[in-house]
């Protein structure tokens, strides 16, 4: 199974839906605890219709947020775990992108998902820029 990672980052809405069809998601899986943004698109009602709009569905698992108490011990919950096999579910009917705010994933708690991902057998592939991407 192959996943995508995306961080909207300070991206044009335009700039970031040319990225998603550019890879062909059909799906926007959004892991931010907190799903604001300070750019008004990226705020989960305003994206979530967006993307719905431009035919990609969105779905918002915030138990997958970033968590200030350590992430490696959050990972070990019941609610993450029940998170992440909906996520699984989900990215395994699309083409499915991880979506979070931060652009690289090594600075993100999407890099928990990944590797979690990764040591299932699944190809993540992080996108960086429209020509850039980085897999695992």
Not at 24 to 49: L, M, Q
Not at 95 to 102: F, G, N, S, V, Y
Request: hydrophobic share 35%.
């Amino acid at each position: 199974m192959r996943i995508y990672t995306i961080g909207h980052s300070n991206r044009s809405i335009d700039e970031f839906l040319n990225i998603l069809k550019k890879y062909g998601i059909e799906c926007v899986i959004d892991v931010r605890r907190f799903p604001t943004s300070k750019f008004e698109y990226f705020k989960k009602e305003n994206i979530a219709s967006i993307l719905q709009r431009n035919n990609i569905r969105y779905f918002h698992f915030p138990s997958l947020g970033g968590f200030r108490g350590g992430y490696d011990k959050w990972m070990l919950s019941k609610e993450w775990k029940n998170a992440y096999e909906k996520l699984k579910s989900v990215a395994s009917s699309c083409i499915a992108a991880i979506m979070c705010a931060e652009k690289l994933p090594f600075r993100c708690h999407r890099r928990y998902i990944s590797k979690a991902l990764s040591e299932e057998k699944w190809k993540v592939v992080h996108i960086i820029e429209e020509d850039r991407i980085w897999e695992e």
